[in-house]
């Protein structure tokens, strides 16, 4: 069976996707991404305290993928892109799931299931203190992120940040968030 990124997307289909993007992932494309989603929302008349949460997560996942994707794997097929990445809009009752997905190096899956899983263990107002505490000692990373993203993501949410890693080879798997945003919170 050959490696399909899409696989999720389709195994997940519940709702309309209002966006669907795969390729690399530039400041360009983030533009026109965040355009195009708040087009959409604005135009079937959604809330502006829904589209504005929308919006607010989406900024927080692109940079996500902007800042940290891997480099895709020697023999992936897309070997023009340098930050691949994959992005999912879909409407769905009581709000949207916003899915992203990217190539993680092996050696940093374990760094990275382990953060998210202390997120997700955590009540919102623990969440709230670590937004907190990661703003008070942040260091920059040398991707240039303090480690807020996914904090900020389940801070905003109040969801539980849904993931998997989909092994590509023994090197490289690929990492999917699949984050509800609804009108609760």
Partial sequence: MSF???????????????LFYKGNVDSDVINHVLDTVED???AVNEQSKLRKKVYNVLVESLQNLYHHVDRVPEDFEEQGSEKYGLLVVKKVEGGYRIITGNFVHA???EKLEEKIKRINRSSHDEIKEL?????NHQRISAKGGGGLGLVDIARKTGNKLEYTFKEYNKKYSFFYLNILVNEEI
Wanted: glycine share 4%; charged share 25%.
């Fill in 4 to 18: 399909n990124i899409e696989n999720y997307v389709s195994d997940h289909s519940e709702g309309n996707i209002i």
């Fill in 40 to 42: 959409k929302m604005v």
């Fill in 107 to 109: 050696e940093n899956i």
């Fill in 131 to 135: 937004y907190k505490f990661i703003l």
